[in-house]
T-cell receptor, first 116, second 113 residues
């Protein structure tokens, strides 16, 4: 299957600071990437769809000014959590389709964000 | 209303004790149903895609089946390394285009030696 690399794996930051998470497709080009958020014992919730060369599409209830998404190339999407607060602490995961027309998503390893 | 419901929430098995996990869905116009395995602190790992009722897929000790209302993930003679959370997701046609995946909350499987 396609390989999606995500880093960092975990990050601890102080309240009010910003954190950037990177997501790369290693062996394929991804015009679209997806950012999910997961709380303990909860479903993966889609936050936004990242489109290469254009603005991201955010799901209802997700603050686009807090969660900045940049998809600057066909292999890289970044999620920046701005002015992070403790309630932003969560597990963030990116994913992409492999470009062959298959429907399944391939996921990165996730980033555990802890805001103190 | 949950569109994807997985049961049980947690399942404890002895090594070699076969069982099944359930994923029921209420969406119409199903485009695909997906099974993933997720280990603690990791992203989901793709297992299977099922597209139509009656379809079955197998991989080692796992077999996934699909009906019009639900899917089962059968685990035959599980081993401790099969311990993980198993996630089910559905994709449906939305507005004439490819819809996003909707995930269930998962079933946490523990296999004791």
């Amino acid at each position: 299957g396609a390989v999606v690399s995500q880093h960092p794996s975990w990050v601890i930051c102080k309240s009010g600071t910003s954190v950037k998470i990177e997501c790369r497709s290693l062996d394929f080009q991804a015009t679209t990437m997806f950012w999910y958020r997961q709380f303990p014992k909860q479903s993966l919730m889609l936050m936004a769809t990242s489109n290469e060369g254009s603005k991201a599409t955010y799901e209802q209830g997700v603050e686009k000014d807090k969660f900045l998404i940049n998809h600057a190339s066909l292999t890289l999407s970044t999620l920046t959590v701005t002015s992070a607060h403790p309630e932003d602490s969560s597990f963030y995961i990116c994913s992409a389709r492999d470009g062959t027309g298959r429907s399944e998503l391939f996921f990165g390893s996730g980033t555990q964000l802890s805001v103190l | 209303e949950d569109q994807v419901t997985q049961s049980p929430e947690a399942l404890r098995l002895q090594e070699g004790e076969s069982s099944s996990l359930n994923c029921s869905y209420t969406v119409s116009g199903l485009r695909g149903l997906f099974w993933y395995r997720q280990d603690p602190g990791k992203g989901p790992e793709f297992l299977f895609t099922l597209y139509s009722a009656g379809e079955e897929k197998e991989k080692e000790r796992l077999k996934a089946t699909l009906t019009k209302k639900e899917s089962f993930l059968h685990i035959t003679a599980p081993k401790p390394e099969d311990s993980a959370t198993y996630l089910c997701a559905v994709q449906y046609y939305y507005g004439g285009s490819q819809g996003n995946l909707i995930f269930g909350k998962g079933t946490k499987l523990s296999v004791k030696p």
